[in-house]
């Protein structure tokens, strides 16, 4: 599979094999990247709401994106992608726990997703429309010992592609490309249908210096209507832009097709070198011993607004888990009245 002289070739695996991650390294193109392949994983995610499919397809996007970055992750840590915007579907949240723990969650307004989907060509609205207008934050959280990295992007009626690339434009400069698709699978007999979701990521990382340029901002004072010069792309990365340009949706979801058979039909003049692949793991990092040192930071007026008939009952947005305490495990006894107490 691959052409570099210090590494076995072999032919690409025809075995597809869903919920992996498989990164790999283009050497004649020096542009790295990852493939996600999404089945089950994806399904166990969509499965604790019941979504519409308009926003099955938008949070599986979120999630190949989020599976894409977070696994990049060199540490122990979490990877989190949230929206907040103007859009039918105003909230996204994707929270990926290295090495492979994955949850998601979406809020929609249902009247706005109805006429939304009604009035688009064949019901299906494009990400952009069900997002609308906002921001998107990428967040990285390796624990106390260690500061959040937080980027933040706006979104202005684009997708999660768009998103991506601007990110990467603005807070990496590294020259980057990512693709996402989203495919609802029907099968003959079946009482229900399943998802699927396939994404790739390229970036060009040469080993030279100074083919990558630096993003030159806007100097704010030109004229209205100077056209600015635009940096010269290098050869190598137009080449992988361009091939990355012919991939369609259908080759990122196909069950039939690996992770390695399409690489190879990108990359095979090039010579393609996979490494292992990563498992990804639809799991909820929710637990009664959280849910308890959350209830713990509120202030005690704050947690005796939440009792209803002496308790109180938390509910994970994510896996849809209820966590029930007695009033008194979380507020404490009550207080004595301070006229009451002796001097």
């Known amino acids: 599979m691959t052409t570099h002289p210090d590494t076995h070739s072999r032919s690409p695996a025809a075995l597809a094999v869903d919920d992996l991650v498989t990164p790999f390294h283009v050497d004649g193109l020096d542009v790295r990247g990852r493939v996600v392949r999404l089945g089950t994983t994806l399904d166990a995610v969509l499965a604790h709401h019941a979504y519409p499919p308009a926003v099955k397809r938008l949070l599986g996007e ?80 390796q624990g106390l010992s260690v500061n959040r990295y937080q980027g933040v992007v706006a979104l202005e009626g684009g997708g999660l592609e768009d998103a991506a690339h601007q990110y990467f434009t603005q807070s990496e400069q590294i020259p980057t490309r990512v693709r996402l698709a989203v495919a609802e699978e029907l099968r003959s007999g079946a009482a229900t249908s399943s998802w699927r979701a396939g994404g790739m990521m390229v970036q060009f990382l040469p080993t030279e210096g100074g083919r990558v340029r630096p993003v030159d901002l806007h100097p704010g004072d030109a004229p209205e209507g100077t056209e600015l010069p635009e940096p010269a792309e290098d050869d190598a990365w137009l080449e992988a832009r361009s091939l990355i340009g012919t991939l369609e949706d ?94």
């Open 250 to 343: 259908i080759e990122l979801v196909d069950d039939d097709l690996s992770s390695e058979r399409l690489l190879f039909r990108l990359f095979h003049d090039r010579g393609v070198r996979v490494f292992e692949a990563e498992k990804v793991v639809a799991k909820c990092s929710c637990s009664r011993e959280r849910v308890t040192g959350v209830l713990a930071s509120f202030s005690r007026e704050e947690r005796e607004s939440l009792i209803e008939d002496g308790k109180i009952t938390v509910t994970c947005e994510f896996c849809g888990r209820s966590y029930g305490f007695e009033a008194t495990e979380v507020v404490g006894p009550e207080e004595p009245d301070a006229e009451a107490t002796p001097g």
């Open 62 to 141: 979120a999630v190949a994106l989020t599976v894409l970055l977070g696994s990049t992750l060199k540490i122990s840590g979490r990877f989190i992608l949230q929206t907040r915007t103007d859009g039918p579907v105003d909230l996204l949240v994707v929270d990926f726990t290295a090495p492979q723990d994955v949850r998601a969650y979406a809020r929609f307004d249902a009247e706005r997703l109805a006429a939304l989907v009604d009035a688009a060509p064949g019901g299906r609205p494009d990400s952009g429309a069900l997002l609308g207008r906002g921001h998107l934050a990428m967040t990285i959280d």
